[in-house]
């Protein structure tokens, strides 16, 4: 997910009765986005990056270190302010601990939520796990989550200039989405008026324990129901493939923005990838997008550039390869992309498959 939505998490946690604590919302904030520390690997070189991201500082012996490793800093931080001021009663070490193993735990969770995945088992085994359930930006979640945020800090001028402009900003990303149903774009300006409203009234302001427990509830609910409807999903879809003929080998159910009733699928089968469009509102329920596309990996070039230096962070990230072998003077260009859009690279191999070095 992306670091908004894991802010808005560990701000959200920081307002029930179990994160309001010294050092709460920033040990809650900090592990919320910790494990995203990989994300400095893109200073060095972007297939680095790609090879590294959502591996290690995403995996079980990352979620047993980093929280740990959080709880004993925050610890710390705590010792020192009660020594500077001795009538401050200590935090219970025990308690920054609980808050950073939830927070930090709760990164890997979301980000398994979306058609990118997460490798939970780094560094003892790279498999890649999908939930197939959420957009990797959710507005919805950061509706319910923003509420609760924007209701503890928002009592300054700055504060709440800082809201309009990020309410601003989102909602014009929201609305402005290509093929966003004119229902999705009403409810959502409903809702941030809603949120707007409730700030001006302020009638919640002294409850917002009770606000964020329920608002944490709503987001817990909304995403076990994206996680059945992709499942239910999944049984429609391959009912469809098979009365068509086409066996699948696999499927990615994936969520569109802001629309809970719609899921843009790809079947796999043993030669193409098949686009379709589920929709639960619509007149028919599965409609083909595009033609199929041949997935083209029946070519040994197509292993060798895969395997190739060029390509190592891509080929790691890669869940749906489409390849083009081209033949040339010298032996083939061969190029990669992946269907969930994650860009690839060309490849150039001579007649015996070695990779040819680019001209500076």
């Given at each position: 997910?992306d670091?908004l ?10 307002q029930?009765?179990?994160g ?10 900090v592990?919320?986005n ?21 591996g ?9 270190l980093?929280p740990a490793?959080?709880?004993w ?6 010792r ?20 950073s193993?939830?927070s ?34 959710d507005?919805w ?9 924007m209701?503890?800090?928002?009592g ?16 014009i990303?929201v ?26 009234w ?5 409850t ?8 944490l ?12 409807s ?10 469809w ?9 696999r ?31 619509a007149?028919d ?22 395997a ?42 001579d ?6 070095a680019?001209r500076?």
């Open positions: 997910m670091p939505t894991h802010t808005l998490v560990g701000a959200s946690l920081a029930t009765r179990f309001r604590v010294r050092f709460g919302t920033a040990t809650l904030v592990g919320a910790l494990p995203d520390l990989d994300a400095a690997t893109y200073f060095f070189d972007s297939q680095l990056s790609l090879g590294f991201r959502r290690w500082t995403h995996g079980v012996l990352a979620m047993a980093l490793l959080l709880g800093v925050m610890g710390q931080v705590d020192f302010r009660c020594r500077r001021d001795p009538t401050t009663t200590p935090v219970s070490p025990g308690r920054l601990m609980a808050l193993y939830i930090v735990l709760s990164h890997p969770a979301l980000d398994w939520l979306n058609t990118y995945g997460v490798r939970l088992l780094m560094p003892f085994d790279g498999r890649w796990f999908y939930g197939d359930s959420l957009f990797i930006i507005p979640v950061w509706l319910l989550l923003g509420t609760v945020t209701l503890a800090h928002s300054s001028r700055p504060q709440a200039a800082g809201w309009i402009a990020l309410g601003v900003i989102v909602t990303l609305t402005g989405f290509p093929g966003m149903p004119t229902a999705i774009r009403v409810l959502w300006c409903l809702g941030v008026a809603t949120v707007v409203g409730l700030r001006v302020g009638g919640l302001q002294q917002l324990r009770p606000v964020a427990t329920v608002c509830l709503l987001v817990g609910v909304y995403l076990a129901s994206m996680i059945g992709s499942q239910v999903a999944r049984s429609q879809v391959t009912a493939a098979r009365a068509r003929g086409i066996e699948p080998r499927i990615m159910v994936g969520p569109v923005p802001a629309d809970p009733f719609r899921r843009e699928v790809l079947i796999v089968d043993d030669l193409h990838y098949h686009r379709i469009r589920l929709d639960w509102l007149d329920l599965i409609t083909p997008v595009n033609p199929q596309a041949v997935i083209g990996d029946d070519h040994p070039a197509t292993a060798v550039a895969l190739s230096p060029e390509l190592r962070g891509f080929a790691t990230w890669t869940r749906f390869p489409r390849f083009g072998v081209e033949a040339t003077a010298d032996g083939y260009r061969v190029s990669v992309a992946d269907m969930r859009g994650l860009g690839g690279g060309v490849v150039e191999l007649r015996e498959l070695q990779p040819i680019r500076p």
